[in-house]
């Protein structure tokens, strides 16, 4: 019988990252989990909504926790930034029960929902170690993945309850899924150090630091790939590299995917897209 999840693709999954979105689909199948469609969830607010207001962010993730527990199902999504938020708000209303009825008023009024309380939030990463198993996931692959990989978590799921069974200070999670999935993991500390998402709108010279400071790291350690678990902090290591090189002058030139890419391509999916990744591999880089 299936897993099965309400699913929130993410903030950048359906926009500026539609690669998610094409490859999570075909992973889940591999993998014996059913993704259930939330129509009309929004996005879980990305650190920058509850900067204007945190009660509008509260309430727009509680309509969300209302969807999904009508489905009577909990949440799963590929991306760690979602993934925290949503846990971050789910914390709080669930422990303040003052604000849970608060929001509940308003939910009611607007929408026309209630939330209980009843749903739980995973990122993929690790619904594929404690639930999946890795010897499925094992089982599943067609085209191993053998680089040397550096896995780059960021901090949002770096918390108590919102990274499965992985340690909150030392994860090894993803480490463990590159092996499974032949890849040779890279030991360096930069995993969950933040790259300033969202500070980038509003503190574009820090967040450059940041992330060449991340993906220089990654480089001086053997890595011939990064392989991100946060859509969101993707965006930042790959499409502003250049910019951070320059602005620093550290080495930040290096291939940066999303976890679903690269157990998409592991699992004989897109095979265009991985021939793709091989040449850019050869070609970019020291």
Sequence with gaps: MPLKYAYHPGNVAHSSATEVAETMEPVAQSLGIELVPMRGATSCGAGIIRQASRRLQLTLNARTFAMAEELGLDIITPCAATAGNLHEDLSALKQNPNLLAEVNEV??????????????????????????????????ILNPIDFDVAAYYGPNIQQAGACGGDDVHDPDYLEQVIDAIGGKPVQWEGRTQSVGVPGLLSEEPTVLRQA???????????????????????????????????????????????????????????????????????????
């Design 107 to 140: 939910l009611e009024r607007t929408c026309g929902k209630r939330f209980s309380g009843g749903v739980e939030v995973h990122h993929l990463l690790h619904v594929i170690v404690d639930e999946v198993g890795l010897e499925k996931l094992e089982a599943a």
């Design 212 to 286: 060449a400071a991340v993906l220089h790291e990654a480089k001086s350690e053997g890595a011939e790939l990064i392989v991100s678990a946060c859509n969101l902090s993707h965006s930042v290591l790959d499409i502003y590299q250049g910019k951070a090189s320059r602005s620093t002058g550290l080495a930040t030139n290096i291939p940066v995917i999303h976890l679903t890419e690269m157990l998409s391509f592991s699992m004989g999916h897109h095979n265009t897209r991985l021939a793709q990744l091989r040449t850019r591999i050869a070609v970019i880089g020291d």
